[in-house]
């Protein structure tokens, strides 16, 4: 059970870097676009080459057309595939100034604690990113520029969240065991401790 967690927290994370990466691309072309038209309407290149700023101009020097819609939609999506990684590897921040003092029972209690207080809110957003998506559907919203439905960053972002939900689920179960028998069974890595 581990290794599919394991694998499937994993894949969510490098599809989201993968987005990401591809945000961050499209974002530097898209700046670059934008300064290199500013530079070919400048009166000093419209001098010195017509020609060839009217060149550059013609075959769409610009930015990249939707660029912040699509980076809008994007990180959300990526945002909710690192959330399984997180969950998992319990990487939420923490305080750990306030729990060092505390036994090894009382720290196993406060993290099922905090698993399931993560696993809830985990929960609400899924469900409520579900409904959002029926919601857009339903009225048929649209980007301003792109015109692209609506409900397609919601839907992709709602199905990372269920993903982060299925190991929020399984890090409750995995603390559960740990506080009933009293030891570590995953440690801060995410990695199963023999």
Do not use: K
């Amino acid at each position: 059970m581990h290794r599919f967690i394991s694998t499937l927290a994993r894949g969510m994370a490098l599809l989201g870097g993968t987005v990401l990466a591809a945000l961050v691309i499209m974002t530097c072309l898209s700046i670059l676009g934008r300064q290199a038209n500013t530079l070919m309407h400048m009166d000093l290149v419209q001098s010195l080459a017509p020609g060839f700023a009217e060149w550059a101009l013609g075959t769409g020097l610009g930015p990249i057309f939707g660029d912040y819609e699509i980076t809008e939609m994007g990180m959300a999506f990526a945002l909710f595939c690192f959330l399984p990684l997180c969950q998992l590897t319990v990487g939420h921040a923490r305080v750990d100034v306030f729990t060092s003092f505390l036994s090894a029972r009382s720290n196993r209690i406060l993290r099922f604690l905090t698993e399931i207080a993560l696993a809830v809110a985990l929960v609400l957003i899924a469900w409520r990113l579900q409904v959002a998506t029926e919601a857009r559907m339903s009225t048929g919203q649209t980007t301003y520029l792109l015109e692209w439905p609506v409900w397609w960053a919601y839907a992709a972002s709602s199905v990372a969240a269920w993903a982060g939900v299925v190991v929020a689920v399984y890090m409750v179960w995995v603390r559960t065991v740990e506080v009933a028998r009293g030891q570590d069974i995953i440690g801060d890595g995410g990695e199963a401790e023999h």
